[in-house]
């Protein structure tokens, strides 16, 4: 997370839980990615926990180095392949089903230039001001920008489902915010303010829930 260790494995913990829930309400398997999404999130915010310990300790060390991978790969190839392909599961309308998977094919793409920089081109994370400022050497593209949001909120905000529409509003929102006001800690903040939209994830299947308990 952007701010504190604390900060990363105190929301590690809260989303871990909230996985944990909705993937006991998710009721198809169609729905286990995007249940799955809570815990994932917990997953990667841990990771940043870690560096927050390790960075001033040793940031250059391999510890650092493959914690910082392992973040990057989360936030810049794992979240634009997986969330669409979330949101085009979960989709029962043909109608809406063909746009989200124009942002399945835009998050395979957009992954696929991220993990070749992160392959090809020297990466790292410092503490700056506060945060921690990922630094890659891709060059920033307003194409790829446009792309990863179309993928991560774009899909979402597609979706004939309210709850996960107002998930997909929330990201944009918040990748706006963030690009505002910590844009050199971009990745970090934004994988934070994505994070607590778990809230929104357990929602939609609490609320799933109460529509098939009275239903029956």
């Not at 870690?50 to 960075?55: A, E, I, S, V, Y």
């Not at 230039?113 to 410092?126: D, K, Q």
């Not at 706006?176 to 929104?200: D, I, K, N, P, R």
Request: charged share 10%.
């Amino acid at each position: 997370m952007c701010f504190s260790a604390t900060a990363s494995f105190v929301t590690a913990g809260v989303t871990a839980v909230i996985g944990i829930v909705c993937l006991v309400r998710a009721a198809d398997r169609r729905e286990l990615p995007l249940a799955a999404t809570p815990l994932l999130f917990a997953g990667q915010q841990a990771v940043e926990g870690l560096l927050w310990l390790t960075l001033p300790q040793a940031p250059d060390g391999s510890v650092s180095s493959g914690l910082t991978v392992l973040f990057l790969l989360f936030a810049e190839v794992f979240w634009p392949a997986y969330a669409p392909i979330a949101a085009w599961l979960v989709e029962t309308d043909p109608r809406r089903r063909r746009p989200i998977g124009l942002c399945v094919a835009s998050g395979f793409g957009v992954a696929a230039w991220l993990l070749w920089g992160l392959l090809t081109r020297n990466h790292g994370a410092v503490l700056q001001d506060g945060h921690i400022v990922y630094v890659t050497g891709q060059q920033p593209s307003i194409a790829v920008g446009f792309a990863y949001l179309a993928a991560t909120g774009v899909s979402l905000a597609l979706s004939s489902h309210r709850t996960i529409r107002l998930l997909g509003a929330l990201v944009l929102a918040g990748s706006v915010v963030t690009y505002l006001a910590y844009w050199e800690a971009f990745v970090s903040v934004w994988c934070f303010f994505a994070a607590g939209s778990s809230l929104v994830v357990l929602g939609h299947f609490a609320w799933s829930h109460q529509e098939r308990t009275a239903g029956a």
